[in-house]
Nanobody, 127 residues
Framework: FQLQASGGGWVQPGGSLTLSCATSGFNLAHYAIGWFRQVPGKEREGVSCIRSDDGNTYHVDSVKGRFTISSDDAKNTVYLQMNNLKPEDTAVYYC?????????????????????WGQGTQVTVSS
């Protein structure tokens, strides 16, 4: 299992970034991929999730309408398009994977539901 997050950086408020999670060693069709973020002193929180088996996606309320998660199964890569970024979006962003069974469950969004994690990529939103 390997997950490699990239695409972070510095952006001004209102700007956009696209994060990528390159995966290898497993078939995305059988896994959910989640994006999480963490700031120092706080718990890692779920942001978005996608399941390739049924196309289900989920975004937490704080990013709905601004973030979009998508998957390119041919490239084994999951993306997080982040628009209208706010200073409170500043965090280290992680991607993670967990096995799912088609027809069971929704899109996992809690960190305890995930088994494999990539390294983080820093996103900084400031003027």
């Amino acid at each position: 299992f390997q997950l490699q997050a990239s695409g972070g950086g510095w952006v001004q408020p209102g700007g956009s970034l696209t994060l990528s999670c390159a995966t290898s060693g497993f078939n995305l069709a059988h896994y959910a991929i989640g994006w999480f973020r963490q700031v120092p002193g706080k718990e890692r929180e779920g942001v978005s999730c996608i399941r390739s088996d049924d196309g289900n996606t989920y975004h937490v309320d704080s990013v709905k309408g601004r973030f979009t998660i998508s998957s390119d199964d041919a490239k084994n890569t999951v993306y997080l398009q982040m628009n209208n970024l706010k200073p409170e979006d500043t965090a280290v962003y992680y991607c993670a994977a967990t096995y799912v069974v088609t027809g069971f469950g929704g899109c996992p969004i809690f960190k305890y539901e995930y088994d494999a994690w990539g390294q983080g990529t820093q996103v900084t939103v400031s003027s």
